[in-house]
């Protein structure tokens, strides 16, 4: 069973920066995709940013050139530096795994998720 914690939420204002870390723990491996959601109140939960066992990485058009995920495989953590912060990046964010993800940015793809850490971004 693999479980994930995410930390590092909080508010700041625009033009700002956070690091949200998710530690994993469990039977989890390098070889896991993994990756970062968000979701705002009234809207459906959409993908941010994921990252393959390669190190390869994927971002929404919306955060790219802003946000960077990366992992540490011997710490099991998962990382999503996130700067220029806007208002519409308000969200709770939720780290997700699973093993085989051919469509990372599918919240279907993902068995395991975090409890999420809420960031708000004030204008």
């Known amino acids: 069973q693999v479980q994930l914690v995410e930390s590092g939420g909080g508010s700041v204002q625009a033009g700002g920066s956070l690091r949200l870390s998710c530690a994993a723990s469990?039977?989890?491996?390098?070889?896991?995709?993994m990756g970062w959601f968000r979701q705002a109140p009234g809207k459906e939960r959409e993908g941010v940013a994921a990252?393959?066992?390669?190190?390869?990485?994927t971002y929404a058009d919306s955060v790219k050139g802003r946000f960077t995920i990366s992992k540490d495989n011997a710490k099991n953590t998962l990382y999503l530096q996130m700067n220029s912060l806007k208002p519409e990046d308000t969200a709770m964010y939720y780290c997700?795994?699973?093993?085989?993800?051919?469509?990372?940015?599918?919240?279907?793809?993902?068995?395991?998720w975090g409890q999420g850490t809420q960031v708000t971004v004030s204008s």
């Open positions: 469990g039977y989890i491996y390098s070889s896991y995709c």
């Open positions: 990252i393959e066992s390669d190190g390869s990485t």
């Open positions: 997700a795994a699973d093993a085989y993800v051919p469509r990372p940015f599918e919240v279907y793809e993902y068995n395991y």
